[in-house]
């Protein structure tokens, strides 16, 4: 059992930067793909960033060139690096982990954190 928390979400201006993090407990996380996810006010759960056990990446395309993920195998976190955040950006931000890479990048998975607020301000 995996118990997922997100942290770092908060207001900012539209072109700031934003590293949210997420901590893992129990199980064997560090052999677990992990994505972040989010959501917006009237909008269906999105996918935004996958991360491997080992490291390989990949973002959706509206994220890809200014979002990065990156994981802590020590401290048991996966945080995502925000840059020059849009308005279109707001939305809550969830991870999400899974032994399976597939279970994880379609947001099947059974391990979700709360979530983390991110509002971007024009």
């Known amino acids: 059992q995996v118990q997922l928390v997100e942290s770092g979400g908060r207001l900012v201006q539209a072109g700031d930067s934003l590293t949210l993090s997420c901590a893992a407990s129990?199980?064997?996380?560090?052999?677990?793909?992990v994505a972040w996810f989010r959501q917006a006010p009237g909008k269906e759960r999105e996918f935004v960033a996958v991360i491997t056990w080992s490291g390989g990446s990949t973002y959706s395309d509206s994220v890809k060139d200014r979002f990065s993920i990156s994981r802590d195998h020590p401290q048991n976190t996966v945080s995502l690096q925000m840059n020059n955040l849009k308005p279109e950006d707001t939305a809550v931000y969830y991870c999400?982990?899974?032994?399976?890479?597939?279970?994880?990048?379609?947001?099947?998975?059974?391990?979700w954190g709360q979530g983390t607020q991110v509002t971007v301000s024009s």
């Open positions: 999400t982990a899974d032994p399976s890479f597939s279970t994880v990048l379609t947001g099947t998975g059974v391990y």
């Open positions: 129990g199980g064997t996380f560090s052999l677990y793909a």
